[in-house]
């Protein structure tokens, strides 16, 4: 991401979110983004992954311009390359896990591999969980087949935003260890925007987002 | 502070709130509209005589078609013959405006409004002296035209354009509303009535004579007499009109139901941070509650405006049948009484009220603080099929127990809301086996995704299967109804030609002649007479090859020729039957000129002539009373051309007979039939539009509730193009869902017409057919392509926005 600049209107001012952002994550690697409300954190994962276009500056994943993508190529680019974890786990309730997990080869349009979906199942602990809705499921349960979901057709980068923000701190500290090395194992990066230091310290390398620009935090 | 919010409502959410007026707006305006058509199918009728010679006037017409002047001239020249008023009515059309043209002599009109209809006119809008026939008329239909006095004014009339020049009437009441009065020498000119009027009006005073000598092929009644029986006459057709309003009006509430659940489901966490602050269940239901009142208020008045304006248009769509059926031209009051608008807005303001209760009710269980809470119901079946058992075995006991109109159409109102009531839980099975059936594919997921909303979708998906049932039942149900009006006229029409009076009767001298016609083997005749207390009865003259034109429904038909022949029984017409609860061997005190008789029914034949039912005696029991009658039917000699006979006839007519064949008779009948219930589409289509309201608004409340869902997948990586056509094929769903339900829904609501309603309203019964496939062929294809088109908008609203901008919205 380079010279990334993101304003908002809120109907009386423009606030400038991001101003002038560069950011390079490379394979494989865990980067943690932290920051107070507000700062940023969310726009910086939405942008990196094509969900939102930057005012200034250019987006590039693999080697490709997301940001130059008319809206079905970069929508289609995004399913095939990246994986999406939120805060609030966002799981379809109308469908159970093993149904969400379906989800993202059936978007991308390619096979569905059940023995990857077992696989991560168990890796995750949730293979006893497969035929239960979400709403059946606690929260850590949920963030874990989400979890899932995301690293499902295996990409290349996964963006969580705050995943581990509604879970009380031995989950989202399961959870997260969980995300780190499920993430490494399939070879994707991580980027990860996160409130909590504990989370960010699993990660390879923690920058802090401020006046809309990203600083080292160490 | 209340205000506050319900202003800031409306300014953030004009669309919904736009939506929701419009939901009672459009219930409203079927109301205002089909209260004011009703009104002005009795009202309006007879005010004209009555504003030109009194409430308590007197009119005399013939027994069928105009009266000839000489006819006229004959009764004024009575000893002691009241001082007659001569009248003609025309229907005319002035720019779109349905109008009414009244011919009377000038003497009458100078004694009633002190000016005569013909004297010339004052100078017009461009300051010459206009010339012409004048037609005057009351200042607010002049208003109504847009016109001056003096201003030239162009008629349509079926005899061609008729040119008149407008004054004013000052002094006229608001019978002469839309009526203009003209010279009656110069309306029989203008619109070729050369030798006929309509009626005679007389002074009360007259009744005594009127009892004494009028003539008895000549009908009387007073003005009251005739809005009395066209009440009575038109009451089925009232009825059935009331009953579809309601049935507008309660779709109506269906969309109001789920625009109002929309906007609580968008400020659910609006609600549960107001909660947490220390906002009060009481306060927050009353605010709840000030805005559905507001939205009752605001709806309702448009709808008031919104009515007026439909019933005209309802009216031109009634106005021809009225006036072919029961002979009287209606005219729309554009008016609607204080009491009327208020009665409306009230019911208006109490409907939106009733909705809102459940929605206050959804509202009041979120938790104070948690913003993120959704309301998981029970089952849909498990909440209502008590209730719809309850309220299905209600409707039946009323239906069976009470043969009145009311409690069939009430009795199937709760049978409908019943099975209403199970058919959220229906649909929404079927579209999950659907969605089972259809696995991992786009329309699969869209239609497993639309069965986590089914609370939110079950009021909209029950107001479009309650429209498509009522369309498809009410469209088939006239169907079967067209076509066995059909089949009783070619079954009942057996003569080769039916002849009568270019003006007023046949009399005897002119029935033999026509019976000594070369090439005709035998005549049939019939008279009506009507009795004071309106009933009717006619007299027939039947050869043998006529009896087989009747259906009979009790009674042999044998026995019943021969006692009909012999003078010793009657016979009488199914809704003449039913209307006064006789049956076959009853005894019936029969109204002929000679004086009652009392007679036995020997048989109950089918009608579909008139719903107030007559009584068929044979004109043999007329005795030397017989006189003229209204029709003869010629039945032609084997060998004879018709085409022949007609020209015999034109020369031995002279210019005053008029014939018709059979064929043209029932292709006039359907077209009668047609125009008839033009009017039922019209109001079939109206709840059909408005129940695609419901539904719209019932997926944008969708739209909004699984708004997550929807950011997840666009987040995940399903494209702008494939979201909306996931929430296309959501409606498509819907609409599969309810036609699939609409069905054997309209399979019942035909049937409950066809053998209930029907017979209770107008008194005849139809066959017990199965329901012909067309409405379900044409609704199907129509209510697919209208939702495709209804699930554009929220596709669209889904679809457009950027997968950030839907989280965050989300969150």
């Known amino acids: ?218 | 502070m209340l205000t506050r919010f319900v202003h800031a409502f409306a300014r953030r959410q004009p669309a919904q709130f736009l939506l929701a007026v419009a939901g009672i707006a459009a219930g409203i305006a079927v109301v205002t509209g089909v209260a004011l058509l009703r009104g002005a199918l009795l009202d309006s009728l007879d005010d004209a005589a009555t504003e030109l010679a009194g409430t308590d006037a007197l009119i005399v017409r013939a027994e069928r078609g105009p009266l000839p002047v000489p006819r006229y001239a004959e009764l004024a020249r009575m000893p002691g013959a009241p001082d007659w008023v001569p009248v003609i009515r025309e229907a005319v059309r002035a720019d779109g405006v349905r109008l009414e043209a009244v011919g009377i002599d000038a003497f009458s009109a100078a004694r009633r409004f002190g000016v005569d209809p013909a004297a010339p006119s004052p100078a017009g809008r461009s300051g010459a002296p206009a010339a012409g026939t004048v037609a005057r008329t009351d200042r607010a239909t002049l208003d109504l035209l847009g016109l001056r006095p003096g201003d030239r004014l162009t008629l349509d009339h079926e005899a061609g354009p008729v040119e008149v020049v407008v004054q004013p009437l000052d002094g006229a009441g608001p019978g002469l509303d839309r009526r203009l009065v003209l010279d009656i020498a110069d309306a029989q000119a203008a619109f070729g009535r050369r030798g006929t009027v309509d009626e005679l009006l007389a002074p009360a005073s007259a009744r005594r004579w009127i009892l004494e000598h009028l003539p008895e092929d000549l009908a009387w009644r007073t003005a009251d007499e005739r809005r009395e029986s066209a009440r009575q006459l038109t009451s089925g057709m009232r009825a059935n009109l009331a009953a579809m309003s309601l049935l507008a009006l309660a779709t109506g509430l269906f969309v109001v139901y789920s625009v109002l659940n929309f906007l609580a489901v968008q400020r659910r966490p609006l609600f549960a941070t107001l909660r947490g602050l220390g906002l009060t269940p009481r306060r927050l239901a009353g605010l709840l509650l000030v805005e559905s009142l507001v939205l009752g208020l605001v709806g309702s008045a448009i709808g008031v405006v919104l009515g007026t304006a439909l019933a005209d248009l309802l009216l031109a769509l009634i106005a021809d049948p009225v006036n072919e059926i029961y002979g009287q031209l209606p005219l729309a009051r554009s008016d609607p009484s204080a009491g009327l608008v208020l009665g409306i807005v009230g019911a208006g303001l109490v409907a939106a009220m009733l909705v809102a209760v459940p929605i206050v009710r959804e509202a009041l269980d979120v938790p104070p603080g948690r913003m993120a809470h959704e309301r998981r119901p029970p089952p849909l079946a498990r909440r209502v099929v008590p209730a719809a058992s309850a309220l299905v075995a209600a409707g039946a006991a009323w239906v069976a127990l009470d043969a009145r109109l009311v409690a069939g159409l009430g009795g199937l109102f709760l049978v409908l809301a019943g099975l209403l009531l199970v058919v959220p839980a229906l649909g929404f099975g079927a579209l999950r086996i659907a969605a089972a059936g259809l696995g991992r594919s786009l329309p699969g997921h869209a239609l497993t995704l639309l069965g986590a909303g089914r609370h939110r979708l079950a009021p909209g998906l029950a107001a479009l299967t309650l429209a498509l049932a009522l369309s498809i039942g009410m469209g088939a149900m006239i169907l079967g109804f067209r076509t066995a009006v059909d089949d009783w006229v070619a079954k009942l029409l057996r003569a080769d030609l039916y002849v009568s009076a270019t003006t007023g009767s046949l009399d005897a001298e002119r029935v033999e002649r026509l019976s000594r016609l070369e090439g005709v083997a035998a005549v049939s005749t019939v008279r009506d007479l009507s009795a004071r207390d309106g009933t009717r009865v006619t007299a027939y003259r039947l050869p043998e090859a006529a009896w087989g034109g009747f259906q009979w429904i009790a009674g042999d038909p044998e026995s019943v020729r021969e006692a009909f022949l012999s003078g010793r029984a009657i016979a009488v017409s199914e809704p003449f039957a039913r209307r006064r609860g006789l049956s076959v061997g009853d005894e019936l005190s029969v109204p002929l000129p000679l004086g009652e008789r009392k007679m036995r029914v020997a048989g109950v034949f089918r009608d579909y002539s008139t719903d107030r039912g007559f009584i068929a005696v044979d004109a043999s029991l007329l005795g030397r009373a017989r006189g003229p009658v209204g029709s003869v039917g010629l039945y032609l000699a084997d060998d004879a051309s018709r085409e022949r006979v007609i020209s015999r006839l034109a020369e031995a007519g002279d210019g005053r007979l008029d014939w018709i064949t059979p064929e043209d008779i029932r292709s006039q009948s359907l077209a009668v039939f047609d125009r008839t219930f033009r009017i039922s589409w019209a109001m079939a289509v109206l709840v059909a539009c408005i129940a695609l309201v419901a539904l719209v608004s019932a997926l944008l409340a969708h739209g909004l509730e699984r708004a997550r869902e929807y950011a997840t997948l666009r987040a995940l990586g399903l494209t702008p193009r494939r979201l909306g056509a996931l929430v296309v094929v959501q409606t498509l769903g819907l609409a599969c869902a309810a036609l699939a339900l609409a069905v054997p829904l309209a399979i019942f609501v035909h049937y409950a017409l066809t053998l209930v309603i029907q017979p209770r309203a107008f008194g005849w019964s139809l066959p017990a057919t199965l329901p012909p496939a067309a409405p379900f062929l044409w609704v199907a294809p129509s209510a697919l392509a209208l939702a495709a088109l209804a699930g554009l908008a929220p596709a669209w609203r889904v679809a457009r926005r950027r997968p950030a901008e839907a989280l965050r919205g989300a969150s």
Request: proline letters at 3%; charged letters at 30%.
């Open chain 1, 1 to 218: 991401m380079q010279g990334i600049r993101r304003t908002f209107d809120d109907g009386e001012r423009r606030i400038r979110v991001l101003d002038g952002l560069d950011l390079e994550v490379a394979a494989g690697e865990r980067v943690a983004v932290m920051g107070a409300s507000g700062s940023g954190k969310s726009t910086l994962l939405h942008l990196a992954g094509g969900m939102d276009l930057p005012d200034e500056g250019s987006v590039e994943l693999l080697g490709r311009a997301i940001h130059a993508l008319e809206e079905p190529e970069r929508t289609t680019y995004r399913a095939a390359h990246i994986g999406l974890i939120f805060q609030e786990h966002n799981l379809v309730d109308a469908l159970d896990a093993r149904e969400n997990l379906r989800l993202v080869p059936w978007l991308t349009r390619t096979e569905v591999d059940e023995e990857r979906i077992e696989s991560l199942a168990r890796a995750l602990g949730v293979e006893d969980l497969l035929d239960r809705r979400p709403s059946r499921m606690s929260g850590g349960q949920r963030q874990r087949v989400a979890i899932a979901r995301a690293l499902v057709h295996a990409p290349r980068l996964v963006l969580a935003d705050e995943p581990t923000g509604s879970l009380d701190q031995d989950t989202a500290d399961r959870v997260m260890d969980l995300l780190a090395e499920r993430a490494h194992d399939a070879g994707a990066a991580l980027l990860l925007a996160t409130h909590s230091r504990r989370a960010a310290e699993r990660c390879d390398r923690r920058l802090a987002l401020r006046g809309g620009l990203l600083e080292p935090l160490d």
